[in-house]
Nanobody
Framework: QVQLVESGGGLVQAGGSLRLSCVFS????????MGWFRQAPGKEREFVAA????????PYADSVKGRFTISRDNAKNTAYLQMNSLKPEDTAVYYC????????????????????WGQGTQVTVSS
């Protein structure tokens, strides 16, 4: 059984910061690629950032480059999303995702390629 549990969402003013965490647990495997996606009301789920197993490959959506940073601590089975300079348009439910497929040269930015998902955490940025 695979579980991903997100935390760290909340309400913040524009320009503020939040750090999301995602704890991964699985009985049959550990190595993975992890990603963050978000979905705003009335919109499709979109890619935010992802990170390879060793952390050497970290693609970002253009809309968050320079403001968000993804990282991971494999000893803690945890991935993080540090979000700075938040904007009202960042308001969404943020989902953590993981895939068994891992490579330091290819990191998927496509939701369909992630098999496992968390329940989501709400991030609301007020203007």
């Amino acid at each position: 059984q695979v579980q991903l549990v997100e935390s760290g969402g909340g309400l913040v003013q524009a320009g503020g910061s939040l750090r999301l965490s995602c704890v991964f647990s699985a009985r049959t495997f550990s190595s993975n690629t992890m990603g963050w996606f978000r979905q705003a009301p009335g919109k499709e789920r979109e890619f935010v950032a992802a990170i390879s197993w060793r952390g050497s490959n970290t693609p970002y959506a253009d809309s968050v480059k320079g403001r968000f940073t993804i990282s991971r601590d494999n000893a803690k089975n945890t991935a993080y999303l540090q979000m700075n300079s938040l904007k009202p348009e960042d308001t969404a439910v943020y989902y953590c995702a993981a895939t068994r497929v891992y490579s330091e040269t290819y990191v998927s930015t496509t939701a369909a390629e992630y098999e496992y998902w968390g329940q989501g955490t709400q991030v609301t940025v007020s203007s």
